[in-house]
């Protein structure tokens, strides 16, 4: 940690980008200024972003405060929860080797497909006639 007690990390997923602020406390999530149950309303976005966290066993010695910009919800999530990974491996050595261990530090490269020029999308093509 450094002086201020304060760890900066940036995780990333698909268009998503999220900057995370980790500092020691009681366990409080706030992402966008708002708290984590209000800002990501589905479970299932919780539990994604709560994973590192319990596998690392820190939930309440962290208070963990998010920016996250563009790309979905989903994505939002995988990148606070890559974000989040990244920050609690900066405290220790032996969290790291869990949170590598359970794959949460690596980076998730699928992106969108760009959609190509005589073509209706990344792979779809227009009709073809023969006459």
Do not use: C
């Amino acid at each position: 940690m450094t002086a201020q007690n304060t760890i900066w990390a940036t995780g990333r997923r698909k268009r998503a980008i999220a900057r995370v602020r980790l500092m020691t406390g009681s366990g409080d999530i706030q992402v966008n200024k708002k708290p984590l149950e209000e800002y990501f309303d589905r479970p299932t976005l919780k539990m994604l972003i709560m994973q590192p966290i319990e596998a690392a066993n820190v939930a309440n010695k962290f208070n963990i405060i998010a920016t996250v910009k563009g790309g979905g919800k989903s994505g939002q999530a995988g990148a606070l929860r890559h974000g989040i990974s990244r920050a609690i491996a900066l405290t220790g050595e032996e969290l790291r080797i869990i949170l590598r261990k359970k794959g949460f530090l690596t980076r998730d490269p699928r992106k969108k497909e760009r959609k190509k020029y005589g073509q209706k999308g990344a792979r779809k093509k227009f009709q073809w006639t023969k006459r």
